[in-house]
């Protein structure tokens, strides 16, 4: 992994967001994969994604820290455009156990980041999310809470998960996520 992660400083609650506006310019410079023994690409590929975390913020709450990784998909080795996916964080130590939601880039943009051109995503991701968690509900994840009161974006990871082996580059411009609450712009 090569991942840049941020924190958000007292993000508001889900329930109290009109939008969450998100804006990425992403071009893939490189990427070469390498002979290895073993291969099997549903094991080992080159993507690269964003994910947000929604985090159950409220402390007084039974799930509070109980979390959902909400992914939005830039590049993916295997496709062109990648699909949608919806699953248990399992693996190695470092595997946290809570659910992935990642929306299929085709909600997103018809452009693929195979083609080594830029390509922009501009959307609001708001009703993306809510569908997350409501697929994570559903799924048995984040029992102790199904309040989007209880829950907030408390972070973001951006980057690169490659466990094949792969020379891989990309290039960001103009990130930005922007949230709408019913009285400001955070």
């Not at 993507?47 to 830039?74: E, I, M, R, Y």
């Not at 080795?77 to 990642?102: H, W």
Request: glycine share 6%; net charge negative.
């Amino acid at each position: 992994h090569l991942l840049v992660e941020q924190k958000f400083a007292r993000p508001p609650a889900l329930d109290s967001l009109t939008a969450a506006h998100f804006h990425i310019q992403a071009r893939l410079k490189s990427a070469v994969q390498h002979d290895m023994p073993g291969y099997t690409p549903a094991l080992h590929a080159a993507q690269n994604q964003l994910f947000l975390t929604l985090k159950n913020c409220n402390a007084t709450s039974a799930g509070f820290g109980q979390l959902l990784w909400f992914g939005v998909p830039l590049y993916d080795d295997r496709q062109r455009i990648p699909k949608a996916y919806q699953a248990k964080d399992v693996g190695k130590d470092d595997a946290s156990g809570m659910f992935i939601f990642t929306v299929d880039a085709g909600d997103l943009t018809t452009q693929s980041l195979h083609d080594q051109a830029w390509v922009t995503i501009d959307t609001d991701l708001l009703p993306m999310m809510r569908a997350g968690l409501q697929a994570a509900w559903q799924a048995g994840f984040l029992k102790d809470s199904q309040s989007l009161a209880d829950y907030c974006i408390s972070g973001m990871n951006l980057g690169w998960e490659v466990p094949g082996a792969f020379d891989v580059e990309m290039q960001y411009r103009d990130l930005s996520l922007q949230v709408t609450t019913r009285s400001t712009v955070e």
